[in-house]
């Protein structure tokens, strides 16, 4: 950690949470949050802008695409998920609604816009990937032959976090991957059956084989694990 990334740190905390108790526990670090190395040795590194790490009390600054003039709202943006929640709710938009009337108190109209669009950008689009779970069978549909790495990637980066830790907090990932392949095998069977006997546009026959080989050549066995018959969540 830089004396000027946490002197930065320090004269936010003070300038926009004066009430955040908690802060001189908390560190800022400059650099992505975390990396992993998949099966095949291939490393991978999380991409966010900023990432609010709340059981080490640290917040970590990863510039990217944003640059650095851009560092200051990433920083409140963290800061803001360390005195609320993880998510981008009501309450979030919230507080940092407030962090941007602050610092238009403060004449920093710049910094106040940034946090606003921010805001903005938060309430009008809703996000909410919600479980991984859920998001795998329409990823195995529209990608037939990605292997369960390869989708573990995706997720990673689309929920901010390394695979490892996607995998702790979601640990029946590959089963559900696995069950979603099935499904969609046995859907695509059922469908290339129909075409042959009744008959069809030539190249819906070639689509739906085209997506059925993709999906039975992807091999993802792993030695001494039986696939889950649990429901999903």
Known sequence: MSASLDATFRALCRDFF??????GAWTIVEGPHGQWVDTQGNTY??????????????????????????GRAIIIHEIVHAVT?????KQFCARLRQAAQRASDLGDLTLSAQ?????????????????????????????????????LTYLANEYGETAPALVARYPRLRTVYQRARRQAITTLRYQRKRLRIHGGVDNMLTYVEERLRLLEAVRDDVPGQQESRTEED
């Open 45 to 70: 590194t999380t991409t966010e802008s900023g990432y609010c790490a709340r059981t080490t009390k640290t917040i970590f600054l990863n510039y990217g695409q944003h640059g650095r003039q851009h």
């Open 18 to 23: 004066p009430r955040w108790r908690d802060s």
């Open 85 to 89: 929640s993880g998510a981008h709710g």
């Open 115 to 151: 946090l606003r669009e921010e805001a903005d950008a938060y309430e009008s689009t809703a996000i909410n990937l919600g479980s991984p779970y859920r998001r795998i069978p329409k990823i195995v549909c529209e990608n037939p032959g990605a292997t369960f790495e390869q989708i």
